[in-house]
């Protein structure tokens, strides 16, 4: 099992930024693929960004590349979201997940999430 909880989200101004952390525990977590997925109000969940078990490897939606960047810190069992130009747009609750396959688009483990909000 792996237990993954979220934090960083909050309010901030378009143009702002905001980093994003998601503390993993339980199983060898190091040796999962880690995402990111968001929700907006009235959406269904999208996907966002993911990353290798080595970070040597990611992948983003259209719509965040060249503004978000995903990373990892193995050591401390912690994948990061670096969220940089923000949009009215990114407003969502973002959740965290984890899989051995870094090319599936369904996850095995989730956060519970954490709300970002970007006002216009």
């Known amino acids: 099992q792996v237990h993954l909880v979220e934090s960083g989200g909050g309010l901030v101004q378009t143009g702002g930024s905001l980093r994003l952390s998601c503390a993993a525990s339980?199983?060898?977590?190091?040796?999962?693929?880690m995402a990111w997925f968001r929700q907006a109000p009235g959406k269904e969940r999208e996907f966002v960004a993911a990353?290798?078990?080595?970070?040597?490897?990611?992948r983003y939606a259209d719509s965040v590349k060249g503004r978000f960047t995903i990373s990892r810190d193995n050591a401390k069992n912690t994948v990061y979201l670096q969220m940089n130009n923000l949009k009215p747009e990114d407003t969502a609750v973002y959740y965290c997940?984890?899989?051995?396959?870094?090319?599936?688009?369904?996850?095995?483990?989730w956060g519970q999430g954490t709300q970002v909000t970007v006002s216009s």
């Open positions: 997940a984890a899989d051995a396959d870094y090319q599936t688009s369904r996850f095995e483990y």
């Open positions: 339980g199983r060898t977590v190091s040796s999962y693929a």
């Open positions: 990353i290798t078990w080595s970070g040597d490897s990611t």
